[in-house]
């Protein structure tokens, strides 16, 4: 049973990430999975639910991957951040921020509140990754911490956009400029 569940939260990811959240509806996920819409139903008994259940996911794959790097240098870390970016853009996806930003205003409050704890946490991890970085030297750039990380998590929201209209190219072209203007 667990597995049914696991995979209508990856099925239900992957069209957030693709189409947008609402854009799908519970017989596009399972049809492909070859279930009934009431076992979809049984797991998640509102589309709601199931939304809850996709930012939940994405936040422990966050702050597992958090956790990984926490002991390499902040650059590092920074750049497994864009990684996992990169890794959207090659499946061209976009990111949980960014697929559920555009429908914000008609999600349930309950998946607001979520998204909006979700995305202060990221903004938070890169204001406190950047802040280490520039005591050690190894970031430089003007303006807050905070403000920076701003512009970065900003920039490769919008990265993975523009990837789907112009090409891949645009996501590496502004990755790298990110890093080339606080390195």
């Not at 061209?92 to 559920?100: E, F, K, P, T, Y």
């Amino acid at each position: 049973m667990q597995d049914t569940k696991e995979k209508i939260v990856g099925l239900a990811d992957q069209l957030i990430k693709t189409k947008g959240f609402n854009s799908f509806s519970y017989k596009d996920i399972a049809d492909p999975l070859a279930i009934r819409n009431a076992a979809v139903h049984y797991y998640f008994p509102t589309k709601a639910d199931l939304g809850m259940a996709v930012i939940d996911q994405e936040i422990n794959f966050m702050n597992t991957g958090i956790a990984n790097w926490e002991t390499l240098p902040e650059d590092q870390q920074l750049r497994h951040l864009i990684a996992s970016f990169e890794n959207k853009c090659n499946r061209h996806m976009v990111c949980i921020m960014g697929s559920l930003s555009p429908d914000y205003n008609t999600l349930p409050e309950n998946m607001q509140a979520r998204l909006r704890q979700f995305s202060a946490s990221v903004i938070a991890w890169v204001t406190k990754c950047l802040e280490n970085g520039q005591k050690k030297g190894i970031f430089h750039f003007k303006g807050t911490a905070g403000d920076r990380a701003l512009l970065i998590v900003s920039n490769l929201l919008a990265s993975l956009l523009l990837s789907r209209v112009m090409g891949e190219t645009a996501f590496e072209n502004i990755s790298k400029q990110l890093l080339d203007d606080i390195l």
